[in-house]
């Protein structure tokens, strides 16, 4: 995959900042700057992909913010400015009286090469949904796709810029976008209503939409795509399955309720008799998962990755990145509220991220330390893979908010105390062995050991009986080993019995 980046004129954004901070900048490559960012009170930050330099010792005064917001466009509703002609895009933070307490200068880049993972996808005419963690690439791979479908295909492309962000500030759309034709909304509420204008008022092959995010926003994507009209979107969320998940946009994919099975049915599903099934055909054809900006997951079924979500199977489809593709088998599911995703999140280099909300972040480190397992702590949410707090601040309006941007996980604890923290990260990544853990130690080797055994001679084993919580842990041992566990017996004698597949 060949990627050619270029930077709009860089002179227009660092030209906004006071002086002292234009000097600053002069050490910094230019093509390694993500943002500057000016919080009111604290020091100024310019961040780069792997770290953050402070560009004086000085913090940021009222007059530093207003000498910015002077020389950039108008914020609109949803706190967002450009600059006419580029990329960039600032952010504001107000206080609630409305003054501006913070600004994020973030730097707008074209990078040509970005969809070569998807390209045969996109050319096929499917409507596609993209998702992936903030800052991940989503907009500048829809940015590509506008332009290649307008001019390489020459198709009637229309892109939904509710922010300006894919097609930059101003009425002029940025090149970016090729021919495609831009509109605009003049309020992120009225998103939707102007998806549904484009349509009958502009006659497109292509509508494209950033951020889909409300249930009408999910309604007006599913008319579109009814009228036949290739839908390339992107919404919240890392993984198919947080999709599945969310009431508000798995219409997206189909939707989920729940049915009533028969007995005979039931008994030929091996299923209880309430089960989750998809409600009508999806909006998009086909998810695409951005792991990385050169690594993706592709669904090109949605409709039979969800189906294998609900039925307990991993979702399946095709790891690509530019060395080839891999096929993901449909195994069963990491159980228990672990996602599925755990797997390719643990054996990512650095191991998985945490973002330690309202819980004490040295403490998550020492638990980490002491278990040995591939996992760090992160100090922004965007960075992370999931997130862990307190049971009693899980409904905090702040963390909300957060769980809806990012589309990560969430595990809480009931207390803020290492045992507490030890525990959970003992059951998310499966690691035992603690001296206040004895019964649970030995739980966890008997069922290792049973599944190195099953692997090696085909044969299933019987493992000795467990309390429920105990036969829950073994589960998912079992299935961390890609092997299939059952309960059988009846308690105190209940036990489980593991399968090779």
């Keep these: 995959m060949s990627l050619h980046t270029h930077t709009d004129d860089l002179r227009l954004l660092t030209g906004a900042l006071p002086p002292a901070l234009q000097r600053a900048l002069d050490d910094i490559p230019c093509q390694d700057l993500l943002e500057v960012v000016m919080d009111l009170g604290r020091p100024p930050q310019a961040r780069l992909p792997a770290r953050a330099v402070t560009l004086s010792t000085q913090p940021v005064t009222h007059e530093d913010i ?41 730097v707008g880049r074209t990078v040509v090469g970005t969809i070569d993972l998807i390209r045969d996808l996109v050319e096929s005419g499917a409507s596609i949904l993209m998702l992936g963690r903030p800052g991940i690439g989503k907009t500048t791979k829809l940015r590509e796709i506008a332009r290649v479908l307008a001019d390489d295909f020459g198709k009637r492309v229309v892109v939904i810029d509710t922010s300006n962000e894919i097609a930059g500030d101003g009425d002029v759309p940025h090149p970016a976008i090729g021919n495609a034709r831009r509109m605009q909304v003049a309020h992120p509420a009225g998103q939707h209503a102007v998806m549904i204008e484009a349509v009958e008022n502009h006659m497109p092959e292509v509508i494209i939409i950033d951020e889909i995010g409300t249930e009408a926003e999910a309604l007006a994507a599913r008319t579109i795509a009814e009228r036949g009209v290739q839908l390339i979107g992107t919404a919240h969320g890392n993984s198919l399955a947080n999709l599945v998940e969310n009431p508000t946009l798995s219409d997206l994919i189909g939707g989920v309720h729940t049915v009533t099975l028969g007995d005979e049915e039931a008994r030929l599903r091996g299923s209880q008799k309430s089960v989750n099934e998809r409600k009508r055909p999806p909006t998009f054809d086909a998810v695409v998962e951005i792991v990385d900006r050169d ?3 592709l669904h090109a079924d949605t409709a039979r990755a969800v189906d294998n979500l609900l039925r307990g199977l991993e979702a399946g489809g095709a790891h690509r990145t530019p060395a080839g593709e891999q096929p993901l088998p449909t195994r069963p599911a990491a159980s228990q509220g672990q996602p599925a995703a755990m797997d390719r999140v643990m054996a990512r280099p650095g191991g998985a991220r945490i973002y330690a909300y309202a819980l004490s972040r040295d403490s998550v480190e020492r638990v980490i330390r002491d278990l040995r397992i591939e996992a760090r702590t992160v100090g922004r949410p965007e960075q992370a893979d999931l997130i862990i707090a307190l049971r009693a601040r899980a409904g905090d309006q702040r963390l909300q908010r957060l769980l809806d941007l990012t589309g990560l996980p969430l595990h809480v604890v009931r207390k803020n105390s290492t ?28 069922a290792e050991s049973a599944a190195r055994q099953v692997l090696q001679s085909g044969a299933a084993i019987e493992l000795a009986p467990q309390p429920a919580s105990l036969r829950k842990l073994q589960h998912r041992i079992a299935a961390r080993y890609r092997l299939v566990a059952e309960s059988e017996g009846q308690e105190p004698s209940r036990h489980l019995v593991i399968h090779p597949t």
């Design 66 to 106: 207003a000498h910015v917001a002077g020389r950039i466009g108008a914020f609109g509703a949803d706190n967002r400015a450009g600059i006419e002609g580029t990329l960039h895009r600032i952010s504001a933070i107000r206080n609630r009286k409305g003054r501006i307490v913070g600004l994020t200068l973030r």
């Design 295 to 297: 690594e993706v997951i």
């Design 419 to 446: 045992a507490q923290i030890r525990r959970l990260l003992q059951a998310l990544f499966n690691v035992f062995g603690g001296r206040e853990d004895n019964e649970v130690d030995a739980a966890a080797r008997e």
